[in-house]
């Protein structure tokens, strides 16, 4: 057999009621080498970088509350329009008070979120958007790479069954032979981010802000559409659809990134 057994415990180690995730801990550390990437780019260009803390607060609020959002309104409407509470209080009201943390966070609302955050940013301390968000777009294709392996270390976000001896078993969730596809989105997001560094530190794409941005809609989220494909739903009322939420969201923000290349392409 050449499947993979999957059985970790989500949790690190825990203190008296603190606990450290490795997703947690991946969620950071894909920030970390993201900021690094935009601090490495911002020196090389001689460029100033008194505002790059304040940035980085401004893309992680960005995305968390994106993200939080995008989840309640794009998966789980009925619910939480009822219980707006519980959009941005990691608490339940549901039987009674009780702690749920965040459950739900979705990559696109996440994305939008960066973008308002970003905007709001430039237009604070005058900086050329376009500027930014070819240089952020780098790291946060390295970040979301982090987060998928996050998700495998959570067993969550499953493939499909593969049908096969080839895949991982997510003891913690059943003993179904899976496509891991966490793996296959993070890796993706990797070559993403290379893909991104490469053209925006060429001869060609130097001199034309903004290219490098629509690139970045283009690649991920053409990778986010055929991944999907791999994937179990998420939600109930994906069931019967030819294609899943994670993928009808993934159109509009392929033909932006089509656009902003067209525009910005010399």
Known sequence: MLYITWDLDPIMFQIGSYELRYYSLLFGLGFFFGYQIV??????????????????????????LGARLGHCLFYEPDYYLSRPLEMLLPFSFEDGFHFTGFLGLASHGGILGVFIA????????????????DKVSIGGSLAGAFIRFGNFMNSEILGKATNSDYGVIFKQVDNVVRHPAQLYEGL????????????????????????????????????RFVIEFFKINQVAFEEGMAYNMGQLLSIPFVIFGLVIMWIKRS
């Open 39 to 64: 601090r490495y780019l911002y020196v090389k260009e001689d460029k100033p970088t008194a505002h790059l803390e304040k940035l980085f607060l401004y893309v992680f609020i960005g995305t968390v």
């Open 118 to 133: 970003i905007y709001l940013y430039c237009r604070k301390y005058k900086y050329d958007i376009f500027g930014i968000l």
């Open 188 to 223: 993706s997001y990797l070559a993403v981010s290379l893909i991104l560094f490469i053209a925006y530190t060429s001869r060609e794409t130097t001199h034309a802000k903004g290219f490098v941005f629509g690139l970045f809609f283009v690649l991920l989220f053409i990778c």
